[in-house]
């Protein structure tokens, strides 16, 4: 069975960076079916996708983070990252990590990390 | 980027009812369509994708359709379990977006 699990400090600080690490078990990063997607809830609210990123390194992000995301994936360790830079208050949320399915028509999420809260606070 | 917009935003209903929520597209995305249930402090899980195709291991009393703009899910038979938000997201286009969601609740 597949299992993802999110990983990273749950406070960062006004401007600084976000760093988060999902580690995958139960099946490999390097499939060629599947991209591996961040997705975030801010208390309270909805989802956000935020991107993606395939095990080639080759990335998908939401313009309205204004270039500010970076991903990455190290298929040695079986995981995959998110950098989000200059984080402000509006960046408060659930930061879930989930298995893209792309290879055939439509894309879905079909497995997600538990998810881990991260607080901007100073 | 499409926006996704479901009605109601929460609704009431008994144990065995029969519920329908509805997602509508703010432009045409074919049948790139899923929808997922979350429940308090969990995941997401995704319920149907491609519109109408249940995912494995999700009950058929969970049913999915539409095309186009407007889109449907039905709960034919509410069990406790189904008591949830529901979000419908659109694949057809980057970013992909979700709706706002729907919360079933319990009469």
């Known amino acids: 069975q597949l299992q993802l699990q999110e990983s990273g400090p749950g406070l960062v600080r006004p401007s600084e960076t976000l760093s988060l690490t999902c580690s995958v078990s139960?099946?490999?990063?390097?499939?060629?079916?599947?991209?591996w997607g961040w997705i975030r809830q801010p208390p309270g609210e909805g989802l956000e996708w935020i991107g993606s990123?395939?095990?080639?390194?080759?990335?998908s992000d939401n313009p309205s983070l204004k270039s500010r995301v970076t991903m990455s994936v190290d298929t040695s360790k079986n995981q995959f990252s998110l950098r989000l830079s200059s984080v402000t208050a509006a960046d408060a949320a659930v930061y879930y990590c989930?298995?893209?399915?792309?290879?055939?028509?439509?894309?879905?999420?079909?497995?997600w990390g538990q998810g881990t809260l991260v607080t901007v606070s100073s | 980027d499409i926006q996704m917009t479901q009605s109601p935003s929460s609704l009431s209903a008994s144990v065995g009812g029969r519920v329908t929520l509805t997602c509508r597209a703010s432009?045409?995305?074919?049948?790139?369509l899923n929808w997922y249930q979350q429940k308090p402090g969990k995941a997401p899980k995704l319920l149907i994708y491609?519109?109408?195709t249940l995912q494995s291991g999700v009950p058929s009393r969970f049913s999915g359709s539409g095309s186009g703009t407007d889109f449907t899910l039905t709960i034919s038979s509410l069990q406790p379990e189904d008591f949830a938000i529901y979000y419908c997201?659109?694949?057809?286009?980057?970013?992909?977006?979700f709706g706002q969601g729907t919360k079933v609740e319990i009469k």
């Open positions: 139960g099946g490999s990063i390097s499939s060629s079916s599947y991209y």
């Open positions: 990123v395939y095990y080639t390194g080759r990335t």
């Open positions: 432009q045409t995305i074919s049948t790139y």
């Open positions: 491609g519109a109408s």
């Open positions: 997201q659109q694949t057809y286009s980057i970013p992909w977006t």
């Open positions: 989930a298995r893209l399915q792309w290879l055939l028509s439509p894309v879905y999420f079909d497995y």
